[in-house]
């Protein structure tokens, strides 16, 4: 029990130096101003038009860290930061949700996975939190009620997963289009690389995380039951 804290203490700390030094990126490159003058939303008008996609439409949604593209209506959503911003951060953040529609539009294996889990995950991540909670109060009497939530949990942390080559692969995308098309100078791409980096250990962080809960839950099923 005590690895568990601890592994969960070393996986949060780690969450939470990922997130400062993403954050502390993100404000250093919202400085760098693009020579070429463009907003995040022409630099994504301009990607998708690079790559044949016609059919996207991007949109400014409120929020922080809201970006995201949305298959279901193909639209590439940024944040208002990013959306009118003339910046390396916003280049680099509008740049990467193309490459997801850009994934979209190829019919990237990775995403198409990801998204025929999404139903599923939708329902087993909302039972498997009272699965897991009533699983460990009754432990000792019903503990198949944990193992459950474990099995159900574990859909989640394959979510994870599977989201990593996703998400690494839309920025891949987003850099090598931005470096082809000479986009940014030299420092702006380099600012732009560095905040992609951050971002995607994020994710790194998140997987881990979740791979770290989920044996917690087996270790109490193991040692309880």
Known sequence: MLFGYALFGLIALAGWMVQSKLKSKFKKYSKVMLQNGMSGKEIAEKMLYD????????ISVK???????????KTVNLSEAVY????AAAAAVAA??????????????????RSKMVPTVNVTGRLAQFAILGGILLVNSFPQLL???????????????????????ASNRALAWLDRTHMLAPNEYDGAKDALKWAARTYVVAAVGALATLFYYVLIYMGRR
């Open 84 to 87: 009118s911003q003339r910046n």
């Open 96 to 113: 990467h949700e193309v490459g997801h529609a850009i994934q979209h539009a190829q019919a990237y294996s990775w995403l198409q996975f």
């Open 63 to 73: 929020g922080r860290l809201t970006d995201h593209y949305n298959p279901k209506d």
């Open 147 to 169: 193992l459950i939530g474990i099995v159900f949990f574990a859909f989640s942390v394959i979510f994870t997963f599977v989201t990593l080559p996703v998400e690494y692969d």
């Open 51 to 58: 790559n044949g996609i016609n059919d996207v439409q991007v």
